[in-house]
């Protein structure tokens, strides 16, 4: 089967560093992306990760273990804006009939100043 | 600019009734996919499509209907068989549907139904 787990909230304040965690079970991986998603507005995409180790992009990276089944998302310099819904998503094999991504319940995050 | 439109953004249906959400891309992607989310949950796949003509049932296809006719244009249809329609859909798009690519899913604007 597949399970994507996530915490459900977490809080932090302006100029800190968050870390969001992500544990997976699937059957077919193909990668992991992580969505930023403001309430009420659509997912934007952030980061991907397909090979173990770790992903920059400014002040957003991402990590993946494939053998742990395993992700984060690291938020540097944190600013009100980031507060946010984060959503790990795996892109799953589907019967051979394609791919699709499987998303877990999304971890929301509040900054305050 | 290429992007994928969904309309209308607030839609309510009354008992009964079928209602059709539609979802156009201009990014020539091969893939398109409808998503449901529900207050404080993920998304969850209803039907997805790898190329024209040809469509899956993702977790939670029952009481749901698609097309995929053209390559730009994927509609949703909620039917009356659908007893908890109220809910967030979310239409996207990726270039491919095989999972060889590193390039995301991007997602249209949602359309927000309601249970008159």
């Known amino acids: 089967g597949q399970n994507i787990d996530q915490p459900t909230e977490m809080t932090a304040t302006e100029g800190a560093i968050v870390q969001i965690n992500c544990t997976y079970q699937?059957?077919?991986?193909?990668?992991l992306f992580w969505y930023q998603q403001h309430a009420g507005e659509a997912p934007t995409f952030l980061s991907y990760n397909v090979l173990d180790g770790l992903e920059e992009k400014g002040r957003f990276s991402s990590f993946l273990s494939r053998s742990k089944g395993y992700s984060y998302l690291l938020l540097k310099e944190l600013q009100m804006k980031d507060s946010a819904s984060y959503l790990c998503a795996v892109r799953d094999l589907l019967n051979q009939a394609g791919t699709a991504l499987i998303f877990g319940k999304g971890t929301t995050l509040s900054v305050s100043s | 600019d290429g992007g994928i439109t969904q309309s209308p953004k607030y839609l309510f249906r009354k008992e009964g009734q079928n209602v059709t959400l539609s979802c156009e891309q201009n990014l020539n992607h091969d893939a398109m996919y409808w998503y449901r989310q529900d207050p404080g949950q993920g998304l969850r796949l209803i039907y997805y499509s790898q190329i024209v003509n040809d469509f899956q049932k993702g977790d939670i296809a029952e009481g749901y209907s698609v097309s995929r006719e053209k390559k730009e244009s994927f509609p949703l249809t909620v039917t009356s068989a659908q007893k908890n329609p109220t809910a967030f859909y979310l239409c996207?798009?990726?270039?491919?549907?095989?999972?060889?690519?590193?390039?995301?899913?991007?997602f249209g604007d949602g359309t927000r139904l309601s249970i008159l």
């Open positions: 996207a798009s990726s270039i491919d549907g095989r999972g060889v690519s590193d390039q995301p899913q991007h």
């Open positions: 699937t059957s077919g991986f193909n990668g």
